[in-house]
T-cell receptor
């Protein structure tokens, strides 16, 4: 029972490098989201998707891109990494709003940009 | 804009004590509210979801309540144990969807043996 799987678990990037954080869910959830967690700031929404081919911005979208080509996958791309993007990133998924159900989270990716 | 506040930021109690964690929100249009547990260096584990039509939910020693009119939710933990030590987060969802949760900053709970 995999749930929400994030890879990698840890990553160190140099400033200016790009990378993709992977997120996959096997629960056939329509909704998927990306959050970042910073000390003293709590979790903040970066981007979200309500279905394949549909994405939208959250509270802190700058510097990140997303796409949703399949129901299962929702990768987060850092275009040109900056030290301010050092954070722990969490992916979440849930059924659609008609079902009014809970969100499930992955184990997180700890990213350090030097 | 919805804002979620959790008080206290940290709490230390002796084993066996009953305790209450508080969560307040600014927009009463909140649709559902979810409580999570986070252990150090780990992801979020869902504890309880209070749906829009509900006022409380129970799971084992945990009971969560939601009062939209006062903008408050509480998480009650009965007979606390050292294994309950973790950070507890509450998150609100608007319009019924859990794709855009607004989180509080959490309460770090320590239960001392």
């Amino acid at each position: 029972n995999a749930g929400v799987t994030q890879t990698p678990k840890f990553q160190v990037l140099k400033t200016g490098q790009s990378m993709t954080l992977q997120c996959a869910q096997d629960m056939n959830h329509e909704y998927m989201s990306w959050y970042r967690q910073d000390p003293g700031m709590g979790l903040r929404l970066i981007h979200y998707s309500v279905g394949a081919g549909i994405t939208d911005q959250g509270e802190v979208p700058n510097g990140y891109n997303v796409s949703r080509s399949t129901t299962e996958d929702f990768p987060l791309r850092l275009l040109s990494a900056a030290p301010s993007q050092t954070s722990v990133y969490f992916c979440a998924s849930s059924y659609n709003r008609m079902s009014n159900t809970e969100a499930f989270f992955g184990q997180g990716t700890r990213l350090t940009v030097v | 804009k919805q804002e979620v506040t959790q008080i206290p930021a940290a709490l230390s109690v002796p084993e066996g004590e009953n305790l209450v964690l508080n969560c307040s929100f600014t927009d009463s249009a909140i649709y559902n509210l979810q409580w999570f547990r986070q252990d150090p260096g780990k992801g979020l584990t869902s504890l309880l979801l209070i749906q829009s039509s509900q006022r409380e939910q129970t799971s084992g020693r945990l009971n969560a309540s939601l009062d939209k009119s006062s903008g408050r939710s509480t998480l009650y933990i009965a007979a606390s144990q050292p294994g309950d030590s973790a950070t507890y987060l509450c998150a609100g969802a608007a319009q019924g969807g859990s794709e855009k949760l607004v989180f509080g900053k959490g309460t770090k709970l320590t239960v001392n043996p």
